[in-house]
């Protein structure tokens, strides 16, 4: 019994080495983000992270220590071959021992498989794989087209209501502005191409309206600044809002209201914000439709108000086989509603 006694606590103390080893890695890591803080979550200290780092040394010297005195009870007890020797195998059990509980606690975190992940949602060829903990973060899931992956890092995704195979979706991490923003991804043998820098909302049934009739174009709304894309290229304009900005004006935006029935042309509305000589401000927003392959505008008209040409405020006409935007009948005498020379 004493001998089970000896042989036990020895053991006992090779488990404690690992976990002081696992305790001061842990600390260190700590310790390294309160050197430089984390932004709206963690302050810089760097006098707690030199407390954590001391703390961190602490315990792994006295896991070596526990070690050296665990190590040497255990190899006394040993009955074949030298104490030296048996010191070395120890020694490699335990370094051992230490890597498979280390990569056993990481392994989680690090892990992708090769396959979509249980519980992945099918769309068509797509396959949209639940959140993994190897994920760059929270809201980031991966996406296969046939089995590829597509992408690891979509946070918000969306499909062609006519064409499946074609798929947007907003990067939930980036390592620069050149991986940030929506991406569209056509399918077959392409990869995914930036369509716009800057992120969208959660797209839902109010998106479909963004993708043209004839399935040739989409436009991506980001935060006021929407960009047009080919989808037969997979090129992009620059933001609408730069393309068609009012000259003169203290500030203007343009918005995408709607596509022409057969998706040759786009309907957007371009609000600007103007200053009077006595520093009062008035709005303009004139209606414009757009060729999405030339991208020349054709003026309609202008409203004196900041948010305007809504559905039902403007119509489609059809000439001959091809679609005019126009003033919807229900303002033609309105007063706010007016022609300028442009």
Not at 37 to 42: E, L, N
Not at 108 to 137: I, K, M, N
Not at 192 to 204: I, R, S
Request: glycine share 8%.
């Amino acid at each position: 019994m004493g001998r089970v006694g000896v042989s036990f606590w020895p053991v006992v103390g090779i488990i404690g080495f690992i976990g002081l080893v696992l305790c001061g890695l842990g600390l260190a890591v700590v310790a390294i983000i309160f050197v430089g803080g984390a932004p709206h979550a963690i302050p810089r200290s760097p006098a707690l992270a030199a407390i954590l780092f001391l703390l961190a040394v602490l315990c792994v010297v006295l896991a070596v220590v526990l070690l050296r005195r665990s190590i040497r009870a255990l190899s006394a007890n040993w009955q074949s071959g030298s104490q030296k020797q048996v010191r070395k195998s120890l020694y490699a059990v335990t370094g051992a021992a230490l890597l498979l509980v280390a990569g056993a606690i990481v392994f989680p975190w690090v892990y992708e498989p090769w396959w979509p992940a249980s519980g992945s949602v099918q769309h068509g060829d797509y396959t949209v794989e639940p959140t993994l903990r190897s994920a760059c973060s929270p809201d980031a899931h991966r996406i296969f087209y046939k089995q590829r992956v597509v992408t690891k890092v979509a946070r918000a995704a969306t499909f062609s209501p006519r064409n499946p195979a074609r798929l947007l979706y907003t990067a939930a991490c980036a390592n620069d502005g050149s991986e940030a923003g929506v991406f569209y991804f056509g399918g077959a043998g392409g990869v995914p191409v930036q369509a716009n820098p800057l992120g969208m909302d959660e797209p839902g049934n109010w998106f479909d309206s963004f993708w043209s009739p004839d399935d040739r174009f989409v436009v991506i709304p980001a935060r006021g600044h929407a960009t047009l894309v080919n989808l037969q290229t997979g090129e992009r304009s620059d933001s609408l809002s730069d393309l068609f900005s009012m000259k003169g004006a203290l500030a203007s935006n343009a918005q995408f209201r709607g596509w022409s029935p057969d998706g040759k042309k786009l309907a957007v509305v371009i609000s600007a914000t103007y200053i009077r000589v006595d520093r009062s401000l008035f709005f303009e927003s004139d209606l414009v439709s757009i060729d999405p392959t030339t991208l020349t505008d054709s003026y309609v008209a202008t409203v004196r108000k900041s948010d305007s040409w809504n559905d039902g405020e403007f119509t489609w006409i059809d000439k001959d086989g091809t679609f005019d935007l126009a003033v919807d009948a229900s303002l033609q005498n309105d007063p706010t509603v007016y022609r300028k020379a442009r």
